[in-house]
């Protein structure tokens, strides 16, 4: 259980949440999975040095309500929050049969996501398989309904360790449920019989 404590004149009022992700309005469902999504859709890359300089919308993120496909490891070092905990020396890595991956999260408020930034992981120079390739980035106002905002089919993140590349939103709007899912990474790899997908960093930008 989750307890919530909220300050009145009188004391306290305390409020008990049995799966509090559900009962605060966190958890979500993430749509179903669609190659077509990402077919014939051009990456629009953009500079990264002038998308860091835009206005981050990181600071709406609601930490608690990040979820994704779990992590390789299982020392907690790993975990789908990493992405965005502002640090290129940490990562996200997590596996897959299928190739079907995702990270989710909500923020305080709608916002509108122009552009974003993919940092590669710490050992990507010598496992570049784990690299995204395809990929889409859904919004919606309600956890349900779902718009595509962005899709890539040709991903080329660079093969160097905690490297940036930048890409532009292709359709934005103004959402606050927000779902990126990988649809494919660059390679199998034979040694861990699995698909590997990983990432340092994912920033937000207006």
Known sequence: YTYRFIATKDGFDVTKFDRYTVALGIDFAVPAFNANDVSGQNASVADLDAMTSRTSVLDKLITK????????????????????????????????????????????????????????????????????????????????NWTIIDAVSNGNLPTENQAGAAFNVKNPGRYQYYVMQFLEVKSYEEAKKAYLLQLSEIKLYQ
Request: with cysteine.
């Open 65 to 144: 309500s990040v979820l994704g496909s779990a992590a390789t490891n299982t020392n907690g070092n790993e975990v789908p929050y990493k992405v965005f905990d502002e640090k290129t020396d940490t990562k996200w890595c997590t596996k897959s049969n299928d190739q079907q991956f995702y990270i989710k999260w909500k923020m305080t408020e709608p916002v509108t996501i122009n552009g974003y930034a993919l940092y590669t992981g710490n050992d990507t120079k010598s496992s570049p398989s784990r690299n995204p390739v395809k990929w889409v980035l859904k919004g919606s106002n309600d956890g349900k």
